[in-house]
């Protein structure tokens, strides 16, 4: 089943016809297939796609913003807002809607901002940031002039690559040799640490195996990917991880490879202000305002830890959200911790769980001081107080079933044919 999505065009004087050949247009091709989830690819189509009716003095204007901006290193949207004339006011009140996202704070350069003003040119109608050709974010000036946001992500299609390799020097060297980005390597090592000695275990002509699904969108790389399963052969040890449902990887007996987490990010246990509570509406406007995080009610200046190991992120300063920071813990795992009054670690700094972050404050947009902790699995905010995946140690009973079959699976993949591997 096809059914076409397109904007509603506002009506534009004939004259504009010229910005028609400016470019092509982009709708999205909502369609289902089998019993995945609605998928949404992005078609571009010819200009003669569309051929304006001569007897009318009107036609529909295509969705053409008026300015678009890769993101260069340095730029702030301030700056590009400043140079474009847009009021601050709007940027705030961009900054407000990004509350709940914080997305603005991940743009990068090459990342792609399109801009729509309103008729008038005063103010910002739309903005859609291009973080990759699989994810987009709108935000949508409203009529009291806040706006709304929307995010968007194509699935696309993922492709499974069985990625092989053997040791010649360093494990470093022997996988970026097979195909390996030096990220990709970096989490294998830190995967299976303790179950191999990287430096002194592995001998020449030992081997290892990977499982890795790879995101396309149109034939094209979005440069997207995962590692699904892993192994090594060392002098006739096998050494694997698997990725389970839950995003955690796992060793053959569905034991964590990951260390678990702690509940709380503080060191003693407060009392929690406010709950997670994706759906919670404003009681005025009536719009969703969601709360995607939990809130403890603390003194300024309480130590503020993280929850589990992992990599500083960001360290940001920021209108509503205030001084906050993002850990990444792997690649599907993050926490955010907001409203600091003093960040202690900087951007690209190891911690580990329980190390000192921060320290509580009431910084952004607050009524009092507490601590806003939020916990988003592959990008999605999660409730921190019951997300019980990171804090266990190994697969669920009830889903070792499965987890046996699909490692089973992955072995059958990474097993070798005698004949395409001469010794
Ligand atoms: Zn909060």
């Given at each position: 089943?096809?059914?076409?999505?397109?904007?509603a065009f506002?009506k534009?004087?004939?004259?504009?016809?010229g910005l028609?050949?400016l470019s092509l247009f982009t709708?999205?091709?909502?369609?289902n297939?089998?019993?995945?989830?609605?998928?949404?690819?992005?078609l571009n189509?010819?200009?003669?796609a569309i051929s304006?009716?001569?007897?009318?003095?009107?036609y529909?204007?295509?969705?053409?913003?008026d300015?678009?901006?890769?993101?260069r290193?340095?730029?702030?949207l301030s700056?590009i807002?400043?140079?474009?004339?847009?009021p601050?006011?709007?940027?705030l009140r961009?900054?407000?809607?990004?509350l709940n996202h914080?997305?603005?704070?991940t743009?990068q350069?090459?990342d792609v901002l399109?801009i729509w003003?309103d008729k008038?040119?005063?103010?910002l109608?739309?903005l859609?940031l291009?973080?990759?050709?699989?994810?987009?974010?709108?935000?949508?000036?409203?009529?009291?002039?806040?706006?709304?946001?929307e995010e968007?992500?194509?699935p696309?299609d993922?492709?499974k690559?069985?990625i092989?390799?053997?040791?010649k020097?360093t494990?470093?060297e022997?996988?970026s040799?097979a195909?390996l980005?030096?990220n990709?390597?970096e989490s294998?090592?830190?995967?299976?640490?303790?179950?191999?000695?990287?430096n002194?275990?592995?001998?020449v002509?030992?081997?290892?195996?990977?499982?890795?699904i790879?995101q396309?969108v149109?034939?094209i790389?979005s440069?997207?990917?995962e590692?699904?399963?892993?192994r090594?052969?060392s002098r006739?040890r096998?050494?694997?991880?698997y990725l389970?449902d839950d995003?955690?990887y796992?060793d053959?007996n569905?034991?964590?490879?990951?260390?678990a987490?702690?509940r709380?990010?503080?060191i003693?246990?407060y009392?929690?202000?406010?709950?997670f509570k994706?759906?919670?509406k404003?009681p005025?406007t009536?719009?969703?305002?969601?709360?995607?995080?939990t809130?403890?009610?603390?003194?300024i200046g309480?130590?503020?830890?993280?929850?589990?190991?992992g990599?500083?992120?960001?360290v940001?300063?920021?209108?509503?959200?205030?001084?906050?920071?993002?850990?990444?813990h792997?690649?599907h795992?993050?926490t955010?911790?907001l409203h600091?009054?003093k960040i202690v670690?900087?951007e690209?700094?190891?911690?580990?769980?329980g190390?000192?972050?921060?320290?509580?404050?009431k910084?952004?947009?607050?009524?009092?001081?507490?601590i806003?902790y939020e916990?988003?699995?592959?990008?999605?905010p999660?409730?921190?107080?019951?997300a019980y995946?990171?804090m266990i140690?190994?697969?669920?009973?009830?889903?070792m079933?499965?987890f046996v079959q699909?490692?089973?699976?992955y072995?059958?993949?990474?097993?070798?044919?005698?004949s395409s591997?001469?010794?």
């Open positions: 089943m096809y059914v076409k999505k397109l904007k506002s534009w004087p004939q004259s504009f016809l028609m050949s709708f999205f091709l909502f369609f297939m089998h019993k995945e989830p609605v998928r949404i690819i992005a189509l010819p200009n003669s304006p009716d001569d007897n009318l003095n009107v529909e204007r295509p969705d053409i913003p300015y678009e901006y890769k993101i290193p340095g730029n702030s700056q807002f400043s140079t474009l004339d847009i601050y006011r709007d940027l961009i900054m407000e809607a990004d914080l997305r603005i704070d743009l350069p090459n399109h003003m008038k040119g005063k103010h109608e739309r859609e291009e973080f990759s050709i699989t994810s987009k974010v709108k935000y949508i000036r409203l009529e009291d002039g806040s706006y709304h946001i968007f992500s194509i696309g993922w492709i690559t069985i092989r390799g053997e040791i020097g494990f470093s022997s996988a040799f195909g980005s030096y990709e390597i294998v090592t830190r995967l299976l640490k303790d179950k191999i000695n990287f002194r275990d592995l001998r002509g030992d081997k290892f195996d990977l499982v890795r790879d396309y149109e034939g790389p440069g997207e990917n590692i699904q399963a892993v090594i052969e006739g096998y050494i694997s991880a389970h995003g955690n796992y053959k569905g034991e964590s490879l990951q260390r987490f702690q709380y990010p503080t003693k246990k009392r929690i202000s406010s709950h994706p759906k919670r404003h005025v009536g719009r969703l305002r969601p709360h995607n995080g809130d403890f009610a603390v003194n309480t130590p503020v830890v993280t929850t589990g190991d990599v500083v992120l960001l940001k300063d920021h209108p509503y959200a205030g001084k906050y920071l993002v850990i990444a792997n690649k795992l993050k955010r911790y600091n009054s670690v900087r690209g700094q190891r911690v580990r769980r190390q000192l972050i921060a320290l509580s404050g910084t952004g947009r607050v009524t009092g001081p507490h806003h916990m988003l699995m592959r990008d999605r999660v409730d921190p107080m019951k995946i990171p140690n190994e697969v669920p009973k009830e889903e079933v499965q699909s490692s089973a699976a072995d059958v993949l990474m097993n070798r044919e005698e591997n001469p010794v």
